[in-house]
């Protein structure tokens, strides 16, 4: 087993890392409440100069793009963890949607939807974390765990509607979205119940609002 430790960072690689941590961090804040705002007072939350952002990234479409992949990456890991858990079907899928709603991921899709130009690799990422979802969603039906009718756009929108959840006070914030969470939850484990009005939006439906 190599047991091997990765050498420290440099002071000057270190700095660089905190500063793009820092300038991600900054831009979530400031995209989220406004994703007009100008990619200044993303350099001016961060505590950086606006030189030192622009050379991480060369427009502010480079940052959201960088935000968006971001979240998507955290989602897909989630969806991963819950595929490979050794808990029941249902306890895995309600552990994916709780660490979902904690992590935030669809409030940027939310707030910057239709706000740059996705890369055909967000869009593959996209597709893949789409694909994912289905196969846990495919497996919770089959355990008659959840719902016969729903499907992977609907999640998406519930976890939407959660994001949207959004009060002054952050713990209030985080405890509201749990609240409501454990009601969207409930709603999902009746598999006996009436069948739900209309049909689940379509991939277009989904992808036409990433449209500049």
């Not at 355990?143 to 939407?160: H, M």
């Not at 598999?191 to 209309?198: I, K, S």
Request: hydrophobic share 45%; aromatic share 6%; proline share 5%.
């Amino acid at each position: 087993m190599n047991t091997s430790v990765p050498p420290p960072l440099s002071g000057r690689r270190a700095e660089a890392a905190r500063n793009d941590r820092r300038i991600l961090e900054a831009a979530r804040h400031v995209f989220i409440a406004d994703p007009e705002a100008p990619i200044s007072a993303v350099a001016e939350r961060a505590g950086v100069g606006i030189s030192a952002l622009y050379r991480r990234y060369r427009s502010k479409d480079d940052l959201l793009r960088r935000l968006s992949g971001d979240g998507l990456a955290v989602y897909i890991a989630e969806v991963e963890r819950a595929l490979v858990s050794d808990a029941d079907v249902w306890s895995a899928f309600a552990e994916f949607m709780r660490r979902v709603v904690e992590a935030d991921t669809h409030a940027l899709t939310l707030r910057l939807a239709g706000a740059f130009t996705p890369t055909n690799d967000l869009y593959e990422e996209s597709a893949r974390a789409s694909e994912l979802t289905r196969r846990l969603l495919d497996r919770a039906k089959a355990e008659r765990a959840i719902r016969s009718d729903i499907e992977v756009t609907d999640l998406s929108l519930l976890f939407e509607q959660l994001s949207a959840v959004r009060v002054r006070d952050q713990a209030r914030t985080r405890q509201l979205r749990h609240r409501n969470l454990a009601l969207v939850l409930a709603a999902l484990h009746l598999v006996d119940a009436p069948p739900l009005p209309g049909t689940a939006p379509s991939w277009d439906e989904f992808s036409e609002r990433w449209d500049t």
